[in-house]
Structure formats: structure tokens, C-alpha cells
């Protein structure tokens, strides 16, 4: 069922949770705000919020190196302590986000990092599409809107489906692990080199190499 966006945003105020996380939550429920929240609460995902403004200023910076050297990954991811940090859990969580980065390519972490005329831009363009689609123009607006979320699960880190579980996003992933773990976790930054960039060259798929690899 499609889900009222002031139902997500009176979710998210409730439990903390990610705002795909509550939609997602939304439409289990069937638009049921009592409902959705234990949704949340039984994934493990409310109870993550409240760890969720706890300083992480501890963690570990990843490389992950596709085979080859063709791409490569640095990753700063964070949590509460250096115990944590050390651990194998904590250390294999965050090379899965680094190899997630290296197939997805991602250029940033979350959506309030996109400068906003970036975005404005790409609404100017996916106006005029739905326009030369034929639609009406009073519902343009909200057609845009929409595909503008699109956008951000294309190119926001948070917001794309993981690569071993497309089923669940990265913040739904980092909910999940801090849930388990105890303790905040962020992923404060990344940088991805691809060999040749911005060089013109045969056109490869990336995607489909890192994931034969996941799959060995």
C-alpha cells in the first residue's frame, strides 16, 4: 500500500529508526502506526535508535582492494569503544561495507551530504521528463518527489540495497549490527579509486565482478 509521508516522518519521531526503515515498517503494517513500531522494535531497529546519539569516536579504517587493483576502498567507519573495534565482528562488518562500496559506488554517505544543487538540478531534469512523458503537470511535482528518492537510494551509501542482501539497506544493516553489538556505529566517511578514472576506456562492469567474488 503507498505510504502517507507524514506517517514516516511521526514513525521516525517515535522510534529514531531510518526513514526507509519506517516506510518499509509502514507498509508492513499496513499503514498501522502501533503496528509498524513493533515492527521496528521486533527487527531490532527502535531499540537501535536510542544508541543512535551516543559518540562513536572509536573504529577502524578498512581498504578493501578489488582483485587486480582495478578499484580500491577506504572506508572510516566508527564506534563507542576500542574494545569493539578490535573485534572480528565489528572488523569484518566494515570491510562488507567497504567491498558494498567498491560494487556500488556510492558518492555519498547519507542524503543530507548531497549539496542541494545538485538536487535541484536533477529536479529541473526529472521535470522536464515527466512532462515530455505527457503527464499532467499538477501532478509533476509529486511525481518528482518521488523519483528524487530514487535518486537517493541510487547515490546515498545509506540508503542503497546491500550487495549480499538486497532485501535490507546499509542503514538497516548498521541498525541491525548495532543491535547486536551495543554500541553506536557510524560510517563517518569513504573515498573509492577506480583505475583510469575520468580516463576514456572500454567500459566495464565492476558490479558484476566484485559480486563473483562475494558469491566464492
Known amino acids: 500500500m503507498a505510504v502517507n509521508a507524514s506517517a514516516v516522518k511521526e514513525l521516525r519521531e517515535k522510534t529514531g529508526a531510518g526513514m526507509l526503515d519506517c516506510k518499509k515498517a509502514l507498509e508492513e503494517a499496513n499503514g498501522d502506526l502501533t503496528k509498524a513500531v513493533e515492527v521496528l522494535r521486533e527487527k531490532g ?106 535518486y537517493y537510494e541510487e547515490f546515498c551509501l545509506l540508503e542503497q540495497s546491500f550487495i549480499k542482501d538486497p532485501d535490507k539497506t546499509i542503514s538497516t544493516l548498521i541498525n541491525e549490527k548495532i543491535s547486536t553489538i551495543g554500541e553506536n556505529i557510524s560510517v563517518r566517511r569513504f573515498v573509492r579509486f577506480e583505475l583510469g578514472e575520468g580516463l576514456e576506456k572500454k567500459e566495464d562492469n565492476f558490479y558484476e565482478e566484485v559480486m563473483s567474488q562475494v558469491k566464492q
Do not use: W
Not at 578493501?64 to 573495534?85: K, M, P, S
Not at 499538477?138 to 518528482?144: L, P, Q, S, T
Open 45 to 150: 531497529l527502535a531499540a537501535a535508535a536510542n544508541k543512535a546519539g551516543r559518540i562513536a569516536t572509536e573504529g577502524v579504517v578498512e581498504s578493501y582492494i578489488h582483485a587486480g587493483g582495478r578499484i580500491g576502498v577506504l572506508v572510516e567507519v566508527n564506534c563507542e569503544t576500542d574494545f569493539v573495534a578490535k573485534t572480528d565482528q565489528f572488523k569484518d562488518f566494515v570491510r562488507d561495507i567497504a567491498m558494498h562500496i567498491a560494487a556500488s559506488n556510492p558518492r555519498y554517505v547519507r542524503r543530507e551530504e548531497v549539496p542541494q544543487e545538485e538536487i535541484e538540478k536533477e529536479k529541473e531534469i526529472l521535470k522536464a521528463q515527466a512532462l515530455n512523458e505527457g503527464k499532467p503537470e499538477k501532478i509533476v511535482e509529486k511525481m518528482v518527489e518521488g523519483r528524487i528518492g530514487k
